[in-house]
T-cell receptor
Framework: NAGVTQTPKFQVLKTGQSMTLQCAQD?????MYWYRQDPGMGLRLIYY???????DKGEVPNGYNVSRLNKREFSLRLESAAPSQTSVYFC???????????FGDGTRLSIL | QQQVKQSPQSLIVQKGGISIINCAYE??????FPWYQQFPGKGPALLIA?????SEKKEGRFTISFNKSAKQFSLHIMDSQPGDSATYFC?????????FGTGTSLTVIP
């Protein structure tokens, strides 16, 4: 049972390049989330999808877009990468919003 | 503005001791308070969670104490073990919006 799978695991981009981070879950969860984790900042919610067909902004949405492709997949897109977006990105899913979140192992993204 | 304030930033405990991590919040709309454990190179994993209608929840060696009037909650790890060495995050949530503390790096010395 894979749980939450994120691809790629590592990526280096140049400023201005675009990139899509992929996330898929095999637990039939309704809700999915994207976070970024920076040293000393904890995890901050970028976007979430409470159910298939819906997406909403989190705490730090600027510079990002998301797509809930189907119930399993939730992607995060950086249209024009900036050095400030260097971070570790985590995808998570949960059965419903008030239930435990299951996290992937992250995508480590560096923007030069 | 940090919605959830977590302390201490780091903690060193002897094997067998009690580890205590504290969190505070301001937004009374929060209605779900999970704690996560994270090992290097891995995503956070849910440890234990509580809702504001109870004051304490215990699962094995892990206990959450919740003080609704003070808007504070804490994680107690009893009989701490070297395998508990990790980073711990508290979080608070309402309506699918999750806010995390800045994390506590716990080191348990054998």
């Amino acid at each position: 049972n894979a749980g939450v799978t994120q691809t790629p695991k590592f990526q280096v981009l140049k400023t201005g390049q675009s990139m899509t981070l992929q996330c898929a879950q095999d637990m039939n969860h309704n809700s999915m989330y994207w976070y970024r984790q920076d040293p000393g900042m904890g995890l901050r919610l970028i976007y979430y999808s409470a159910s298939e067909g819906t997406t909403d902004k989190g705490e730090v949405p600027n510079g990002y877009n998301v797509s809930r492709l189907n119930k399993r997949e939730f992607s995060l897109r950086l249209e024009s990468a900036a050095p400030s977006q260097t971070s570790v990105y985590f995808c998570a899913s949960s059965p419903l919003g008030y239930q435990p979140q299951h996290f992937g192992d992250g995508t480590r993204l560096s923007i030069l | 503005q940090q919605q959830v304030k977590q302390s201490p930033q780091s903690l060193i405990v002897q094997k067998g001791g009690i580890s205590i991590i504290n969190c505070a919040y301001e937004n009374t709309a929060f209605d779900y308070f999970p704690w996560y454990q994270q090992f290097p190179g891995k995503g956070p994993a849910l440890l234990i969670a509580i809702r504001p209608d109870v004051s304490e929840k215990k699962e094995g060696r892990f206990t959450i104490s919740f003080n609704k009037s003070a808007k504070q909650f804490s994680l107690h790890i009893m009989d701490s073990q070297p395998g508990d060495s990790a980073t711990y995050f508290c979080a608070a949530s309402f309506s699918n919006q999750f806010y995390f503390g800045t994390g506590t790096s716990l080191t348990v010395i054998p």
